[in-house]
């Protein structure tokens, strides 16, 4: 499967603890995006990373949240002191190149984050 | 600060009658346009795109107007199938770093 994938595709956690959501980018895709998905709502970016580069993270919350994309292995979200506003799905995609909008960017199938 | 918006929330369609879904914007500047399908527990797949430089894109059954004046796109689906049901979105690309703008989606229902 040449697809984003992502890990855990369900994750329950009580109020306080840590979240970590994983994903790979497709197989040649340098380029990763974060999107969240509150219930009823579309999906709202979060982060958009290079590897080893953040490249713009203005719709990522300023406490609490960040995310890597390390030189080798997956890119990462962490969600510190979960609350319950942060359950949501969090979907990763990723794309080739930078910069063209003809280059559609390829999802993953979510992380439904649940906090009890 | 709603920039891509989609004001049905769902349509039904009869298999094989056209299906025509719709949005908006307010950012002039948006350079791409791409639906997105959606089916529940799994990620959006794209679908189709338009450049703001076109008016039109075909792509098999797909195909997506641009109307830039009134800032306005819509999906047309021919003819529509049961397997058409889900939630479409409407996305725009624009900005330096290519982060896509959604809006709250439209829920097809094609009935056989």
């Known amino acids: 499967n040449a697809g984003v994938m992502q890990n855990p595709r369900h994750l329950v956690r009580r109020r306080g603890q840590e979240a970590r959501l994983r994903c790979s980018p497709m197989?040649?895709?340098?380029?990763v995006y974060w999107y969240r998905q509150l219930p009823e709502e579309g999906l709202k970016f979060m982060v958009y990373?290079?590897?080893?580069?953040?490249?713009?993270e203005s719709g990522m919350p300023k406490e609490r949240f960040s995310a890597e994309f390390p030189k080798e292995g997956p890119s990462i979200l962490r969600i510190q002191q979960v609350v319950r506003g942060d359950s949501a799905a969090y979907f990763c995609?990723?794309?080739?190149?930078f910069g063209q909008g003809n280059q559609p960017q390829h999802f993953g199938d979510g992380t439904r984050l649940s906090i009890l | 600060d709603q920039q891509v918006k989609q004001n049905s929330p769902s349509l039904s369609v009869q298999e094989g009658r056209i299906s025509i879904l719709n949005c908006d914007y307010t950012?002039?500047?948006?350079?791409?346009f791409l639906w997105y399908k959606k089916y529940p527990a799994e990620g959006p797949t794209f679908l189709i795109s338009?450049?703001?430089?076109?008016d039109k894109n075909e792509d098999g059954r797909f195909t997506v107007f641009l109307n830039k004046s009134a800032k306005h796109l819509s999906l047309h689906i021919v003819p529509s199938q049961p397997g058409d049901s889900a939630v479409y979105f409407c996305?725009?690309?624009?900005?330096?770093?290519?982060?896509?703008?959604f809006g709250t989606g439209t829920l097809l229902a094609v009935q056989p």
């Open positions: 995609a990723s794309s080739p190149t």
């Open positions: 197989k040649g895709h340098s380029h």
């Open positions: 990373l290079q590897k080893e580069n953040i490249i713009d």
């Open positions: 950012n002039s500047m948006f350079d791409y």
């Open positions: 338009i450049s703001s430089i076109k």
């Open positions: 996305a725009a690309n624009g900005g330096a770093t290519n982060k896509l703008i």
